[in-house]
């Protein structure tokens, strides 16, 4: 399955293109949290149209799309825009696939909605630092897997690239700067040094901390929504099985337990609600 885009230069029909068995064009990305459903766009409200109307346009979408011209180029790629939820299958390759898609992307936008204009990310206080950005499991993916981050604040004004930030997202992650600059690959980091990562950050729905895990580690299983906590039992088994790193059975003793409550609805982010 190949990503589904938003060709920008035809905005103002804002059509999905499918790229099967070719490697799609050039495209940004979008990491962002997700805020109430009525507010976000889905596959479906693109094929209705919702996205001709400005006024009922979400600023992260128009925002990203105006940056991504402005950066050239012509495709994005955002997550609840060009994802079927309601197609089960198309889901479950969508969820396996994400690392690679922000990995392969040529930029990727991180949109902090809590941050206002103004902020001074390096400053250990500031709206940065304590955005919710960094506290939501599948935004761990986001940050490592593209190369080239940018973050923007709630006016899509710059806020720096992960090269400028590095210090900052370190303090702030606990993320050594050499995976954050992808000076080291992932997996040379150990099972427990990357879970440890993953500590105190929060999904909306128990199986999704496990889910958005999977490209951490580059493992592959079938979703099973309404599993609860066996999601994370079976992702450990995975892990054992592809990776066989027995540091996997120390880690909660070297770092917090990872968070698998229940998030409000405007604290998710994500490809599932």
């Known amino acids: 399955m190949a990503c589904s885009v938003i060709p920008l230069y035809v905005s103002k029909t804002f059509q999905l293109t499918e790229f099967f068995g070719v490697p799609p064009p050039p495209y940004a990305i979008l990491s962002h949290t997700w805020g109430e459903d009525s507010e976000e766009v889905s596959y479906h409200d693109v094929l209705t149209g919702r996205l001709n109307v400005v006024e009922t346009r979400p600023i992260k979408v128009s925002g990203c799309c105006e940056q991504a011209k402005r950066d050239g180029c012509d495709y ?60 939501r499991g599948w935004t761990l993916q986001e940050l490592l ?82 599993e609860g906590d066996r999601a994370f039992r079976r992702l450990q088994e995975q892990i054992m099985k592809d990776i066989g790193d027995d540091s996997i059975l120390a880690w909660s003793s070297s770092c917090q337990r990872i968070s698998i409550r229940k998030l409000q609805p405007d604290c998710f982010t994500g490809t599932t609600s």
């Open 145 to 226: 897997a593209p190369f080239d981050v940018c973050f923007y604040d709630s006016e899509w004004q710059s806020l720096g690239t992960k090269g400028d930030l590095c210090d900052a997202i370190e303090e702030i992650t606990r993320i050594q700067s050499s995976f954050l600059l992808g000076l080291e690959e992932l997996h040379d980091a150990s099972v427990a040094q990357r879970m440890c990562w993953a500590a105190r950050r929060v999904t909306k729905r128990k199986e999704d901390m496990a889910y958005c895990l999977l490209g951490i580690f580059g493992v592959a299983m079938p979703m099973i929504y309404g």
């Open 76 to 135: 994005v790629w955002i997550d609840t825009c060009c994802i079927d939820k309601t197609n089960s299958v198309e889901l479950q390759e969508a969820i396996n696939s994400m690392f690679k898609w922000y990995q392969e992307a040529e930029i990727c936008y991180a949109f902090l909605s809590d941050v206002p204009t103004g902020d001074e990310p390096q400053n250990p206080g500031s709206s940065f630092s304590s955005s919710r950005w960094f506290q």
